[in-house]
């Protein structure tokens, strides 16, 4: 069963940059596609970004240049990195499978609540 | 980017009641519609793909419809475990986008 976990620090402070791991147990990132997705404070939903099989990635153009996302293949896990973080950053993030070939997230980690908070 | 408005932002509905949830995108999507649930404290949970398509494990009460801008979520009879939000997702173009959210409550 493909299983992610996040996990990183729940408090930033502002201008920081915010890091985020996704472990992935039950399937390699070698194949498809994995994201990150966060949900704001009252339901809204915002696509950040993803990294492919091969290690391209394609990001929102809303994050401009502050947001990358890597892997490392021998530990099976993603990573989220997002620069110059501000409050309008307080979110839970999620990390998902993208399963290409439908346009749509079929397996979601549990999420985590971070807070940009001086 | 494509706008996904999401209807109606809450409704409450009575066990065994049909719900039926909308969302429109700004443009045809052609059928690159997936819809979610979200129980609270809950990570997402994919029930629709393509528009239409029921994903594996998800009750068969569940259907989703539609074409072009015009999508829709339907609930054939409407369970206590059936409470929480789902929001609808295009795939279409970059940058995916999302839905508001529809709050479901039992009445």
């Known amino acids: 069963e493909v299983q992610l976990q996040e996990s990183g620090p729940g408090l930033v402070k502002p201008s920081q940059s915010l890091s985020l791991t996704c472990s992935v147990t039950?399937?390699?990132?070698?194949?498809?596609?994995w994201g990150w997705i966060r949900k704001f404070p009252g339901n809204k939903m915002e696509w950040m970004g993803y990294?492919?099989?091969?290690?391209?990635?394609s990001y929102n153009p809303s994050l401009k240049s502050r947001i990358s996302i890597t892997r490392d293949t021998s530990k099976n896990q993603f990573f989220l990195q997002l620069n110059s973080v501000t409050t309008e950053d307080t979110a839970t993030y999620y990390c998902?499978?993208?399963?290409?070939?439908?346009?749509?997230?079929?397996?979601w980690g549990q999420g985590v609540m971070v807070t940009v908070s001086s | 980017d494509i706008q996904m408005t999401q209807s109606p932002a809450s409704l409450s509905a009575s066990l065994g009641e049909t719900v039926t949830i909308q969302c429109r995108a700004s443009?045809?999507?052609?059928?690159?519609l997936a819809w979610y649930q979200q129980k609270p404290g809950k990570s997402p949970q994919l029930l629709i793909y393509?528009?239409?398509s029921l994903q594996d494990g998800v009750p068969s009460r569940f259907s989703g419809s539609g074409s072009g801008t015009q999508y829709s979520l339907k609930i054939s009879s409407m369970q206590t475990e059936d409470e929480g939000v789902y929001f609808c997702?295009?795939?279409?173009?970059?940058?995916?986008?999302f839905g508001s959210g529809t709050k479901l409550e039992i009445k």
């Open positions: 443009e045809d999507i052609y059928s690159g």
């Open positions: 990294i492919s099989y091969s290690g391209s990635t």
């Open positions: 997702q295009q795939g279409l173009k970059y940058p995916f986008t």
């Open positions: 998902a499978r993208y399963y290409y070939s439908g346009d749509y997230f079929d397996y």
């Open positions: 393509g528009a239409s």
């Open positions: 039950g399937y390699s990132i070698t194949s498809n596609y």
